[in-house]
């Protein structure tokens, strides 16, 4: 089955740790986003990648870090330098060629901090 | 820049009873507007899309949505509620004919059906 694999599901940060998210995709879709979403306060872009080996930083990108070397693989890393990483971390994807913006969703990862 | 807003973050309606959730947007342009549902501890999923064409829309799960560019919305309606449809409910805009890869979402309305 085509569809978007986020994994771990829940994932635990210790103080000063860095921790990577992984997001695969089968679906053959150029552009791939990550969101975090916060109880009341909807979904926010962390990064978007448009094609391979490139990506723009979203409106809340400070603290984290992406990379794009495979079309079907868009990792995230929560670095020690975001302060508040607990949060509920959703992957996309959506195809570049005659797109009106649907995006594709995986199932999350939920990540804490210990 | 696009915006969204979503009016009440918590929506209760009784099993059988019409479901209303609204949202207006804001677009220099033209826009693409969509509705998607989450249940608890899932991804989205996405109920349906307005791009061009007939402005109600259908989408699954017998929800339907009418853009308004008068009224700049998009509310989302649906004639009988079941208890399945307890569920958080996302707006979104993307902007046609530019960089049409992002979208904004609304905050999101929790939708409550009491039995």
């Known amino acids: 089955d085509g569809g978007i694999t986020q994994s771990p599901k829940y994932l635990f940060r210790k103080e000063g740790q860095n921790v990577t998210l992984s997001c695969e995709q089968n679906?053959?879709?150029?552009?791939m986003y990550w969101y975090r979403q916060d109880p009341g306060q909807g979904l926010r872009l962390i990064y978007y990648s448009q094609i391979v080996n490139d990506f723009q930083k979203g409106d809340i990108a400070e603290g984290y870090s992406v990379s794009r070397e495979k079309k079907e693989s868009f990792p995230l890393t929560v670095t020690s330098a975001q302060k508040n990483p607990t949060a509920f971390y959703l992957c996309a994807s959506s195809t570049a060629s005659g797109n009106v913006g649907i995006q594709y969703f995986g199932a999350g990862t939920r990540l804490s901090v210990l | 820049a696009q915006s969204v807003t979503q009016l009440g973050s918590h929506v209760s309606v009784s099993e059988g009873a019409l479901v209303l959730l609204r949202c207006n947007y804001s677009s220099s342009v033209p826009p693409y507007l969509f509705w998607y549902v989450q249940y608890p501890n899932q991804g989205l999923q996405l109920l349906l899309k307005y791009t061009t064409g007939a402005t109600l829309v259908k989408g699954i799960n017998g929800f339907e949505a009418e853009f308004k560019k008068s009224e700049t919305s998009f509310h989302l309606t649906k004639p009988s509620a079941h208890m399945s449809d307890a569920a958080e409910y996302f707006c979104?805009?993307?902007?046609?004919?530019?960089?049409?890869?992002?979208?904004?979402f609304g905050k999101g309305t929790l939708l409550t059906v009491n039995p």
């Open positions: 679906l053959n879709h150029d552009a």
């Open positions: 979104a805009v993307s902007e046609s004919g530019g960089s049409n890869y992002k979208l904004t």
